[in-house]
Nanobody, 127 residues
Framework: VQLVESGGGSVESGGSLRLSCAGSGFTYSRYCMGWFRQSPGKEREGVAIIASDGSTTYADSVKGRFTISQDKSKNNLYLQMNNLKPGDTAMYFC??????????????????????WGQGTQVTVSD
């Protein structure tokens, strides 16, 4: 499995960026893909996760500003980031893994500890 992020950059507060993650070698029928971020001195934070059924979860800090989406035909993942704030400055990583069976014919996505990660793309938001 290979994940390659792109689309990071430097923007002013209130600006927008769209991150892309090109995936290959990923063949799970039930899977989870997500965006995570980490800034110096802070723990890694889950930003948004999307499951193979299209369900999504977002960190409270980005709800209403960020949108995660996927192109299943290309195994690509996207993160549209609007109204960016200086607190969004971080290295953003794409991650993927098989969904976890939780019983009763249901599958869930872990909040972290994914098996496959990209190399990251830097997002810097200035005042």
């Amino acid at each position: 499995v290979q994940l390659v992020e792109s689309g990071g950059g430097s923007v002013e507060s209130g600006g927008s960026l769209r991150l892309s993650c090109a995936g290959s070698g990923f063949t799970y029928s039930r899977y989870c893909m997500g965006w995570f971020r980490q800034s110096p001195g802070k723990e890694r934070e889950g930003v948004a996760i999307i499951a193979s059924d299209g369900s999504t979860t977002y960190a409270d800090s980005v709800k209403g500003r960020f949108t995660i989406s996927q192109d299943k035909s290309k195994n690509n993942l996207y993160l549209q980031m609007n109204n960016l704030k200086p607190g969004d400055t971080a290295m953003y990583f794409c991650a993927a893994d098989e969904a976890q069976y939780s019983g009763n014919y249901e599958y869930t996505c872990r909040a972290d500890e994914y098996n496959y990660w990209g190399q990251g793309t830097q997002v810097t938001v200035s005042d």
